[in-house]
């Protein structure tokens, strides 16, 4: 999209490929970016992930947050802190449900500098069609139908983010991926 992020936020609950595939990135425009992701709780693959990224000399780009129970707490605390980071670029990639994803919409603008992207993948992704879900039947009791049937990252795209002024940008090549450019 024309240019070199310095710094990335990753909403997410644990560092995963997505993660490593950003760091990445950030090592290859050469002006020293930094990835800021969460994790929650120990992870088993940590140790593995740690290695990985400092085999590829990737550890300078990658700030792993702790989170014992919510990113949205997280969130929280750097609104909150006086030396607030901007991002140029926010990944939301963890819960995907309404109420989940929507609040992080609205908790990453704050984060995200003008002129700054919103980035989330799953953009189909449906209660209904999730692996998940669909092995938790008796977790669907919980959900009303049209809530079952729906796509949030959809209705973030079409109700949450034309109210905060986006942007939406089409990409042909990823229409899995929700692409939103915040005003300046």
Known sequence: MGETPLAVLE?????????YALAEALKAGGQGGVLTAFEMGPSPVRKKFNRLLGQNELQDHVTIMPVRKSYHWALQRLINDERRPRFDICVLNGNRRWDAVALTAYLADILLRPGGLMIAPGLKWS?????????????LAEYDK?????HPLELVRDTVLPRLNYRIIEEPNCP?????????
């Open 11 to 19: 909403i997410c609950r644990v560092p995963s490929a997505v993660t």
């Open 127 to 139: 209660i209904e069609s999730s692996p998940y879900f669909q092995r938790q039947t008796a977790q």
């Open 146 to 150: 049209d809530e079952i049937a729906a």
């Open 176 to 184: 899995q991926v929700l692409f939103a450019r915040k005003p300046k």
